[in-house]
């Protein structure tokens, strides 16, 4: 053995292994207020709850024991979504004298973390996120025989699904706060899946055959003519939010055909060789980097198929993208698909998003998994 590798194990085994576990519990705990989970306080534009990062955070959290950290998001949100029940019914009562929506008419994608909605602009219409809560609630309340969380939740649940089947054919922003004019199969997924786990539990809350409408939709338009999920509506790439398809919102059961086929074209076209997952082929966001979330999903997904080797290797290098301290960030740099998109978006926000809480989240969640 060289000198050198000598005294880099020397140095290995005297550092104390970090437990990303346990840190990641510490840094979720350190962005939680009253329930609500900051997707990211060191970061210019995340100081804010999101439905889909908090929903997922929460997940991550009760599989990790967090339970009461848990349990304190999901009760923010029915408390912050209930404040809302007017601003549904305006909208609903535009729709209904058939006229026009203005984009504050819809209900957010974020909210301050006292749950305010927030003056600043921001691509809020979104759906999924709403789909996202829908789903990890009834998980939590299934989970832990939380009925009386279910009774407090319940307006919320009834004003987000009259919401959700009001506008779930409407064009909306992605889940990446993108494409405002299209139609998005996972969107439509986790709307499916918020519904349909609402359905299990408490049918007459959902409108009788709109969970399989909204199934029989994705599977009429977004496949595209080489038999994988799309993107969008009319555009045949890929894109990584496409795994939540089958996981977790069951549209379709993992091994469906066209499901592995768009597992198969994600792994082709956007999954970085020894490395993480992209977003989509042509994301310019700070340069368009891995994303450790995305990355943990597909691991998952290979655990549920059984393949656990595979799930640990991405799960380690995962692992291996977090800071000396521990931090995971959103995305890494190291293999950008739009390089030149990098700087311009440091210049504009700061350095891309790190602690992102919902990596963290989804980290929790493989680990709890992947039991050594
Ligand atoms: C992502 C969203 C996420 C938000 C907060 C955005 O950049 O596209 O999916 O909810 O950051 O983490």
Redesign the pocket.
């Known amino acids: 053995m060289r000198r050198s590798e000598l005294l880099l194990l020397i140095n290995t085994l005297e550092t104390p292994m970090l437990d990303l576990q346990q840190r990641s519990i510490e840094i979720i705990r350190a962005g939680q207020f009253d329930g609500a989970y900051a ?2 306080l060191s970061f210019s ?2 100081g ?1 709850c ?1 439905l ?2 908090g929903t997922w955070i929460a997940y991550g959290m009760d599989a990790a024991g967090q339970i009461e950290s848990a349990r304190a998001f999901h009760q923010w949100a029915a408390h912050t979504l209930s404040r809302y029940g007017d601003k549904v019914d305006h909208l609903l009562e535009k729709m209904r004298r058939g006229e026009a929506l203005d984009e504050r008419d819809y209900l957010p ?2 909210f301050e973390l006292d749950g305010r909605i927030g003056e600043a602009d921001w691509p809020e219409f979104q759906l999924d ?1 709403y789909g996202t809560w829908l789903w990890g609630l009834v998980q939590f309340v299934r989970a832990h025989d939380d009925f009386a969380l279910w009774q407090a939740a319940r307006p919320a649940v009834a004003l987000t699904t009259r919401y959700l089947a009001a506008l779930w054919q409407f064009p909306s922003y992605d ?4 494409f405002r004019h299209q139609i998005h199969p996972a969107t439509l997924s986790a709307i499916y899946g918020g519904l349909r786990t609402v359905e299990s539990i408490a049918p007459e809350m959902i409108p009788s055959g709109l969970p399989d409408a909204i199934q029989h939709f994705v599977m009429e338009k977004a496949i595209a003519p080489e038999g994988h999920f799309m993107k969008f509506l009319g555009n045949p790439a890929v894109d990584s939010s496409l795994l939540w398809i089958a996981l977790p919102y069951q549209l379709v059961p993992l091994n469906d055909p066209r499901y592995q086929a768009t597992v198969a074209k994600i792994e082709q076209d956007i999954h970085c060789p020894s490395g993480g997952l992209y ?1 989509y082929r042509d994301d310019t ?1 700070y340069g368009g980097g891995e994303w450790l979330l995305l990355t943990l999903w597909l691991a998952w997904i290979h655990y549920e198929m059984g393949r656990i080797n595979p799930a640990r290797e991405l799960v380690a290098w995962v692992e291996a993208q977090a800071s000396p301290s521990g931090e995971m960030p ?1 995305q890494v740099a190291g293999h950008l698909l739009a390089p030149e998109y990098h700087d311009p978006w440091v210049k504009r926000w700061g350095t891309s ?1 790190s602690p ?1 809480l ?1 990596s963290h989240g989804m980290y929790l969640v493989l680990k709890s998994l992947l039991k050594d």
Do not use: N
């Open positions: 997707a990211c534009q995340y804010y999101w889909r990062d994608t974020r996120g889940c990446w706060e993108e977003r966001y959103e998003a992102l919902w």
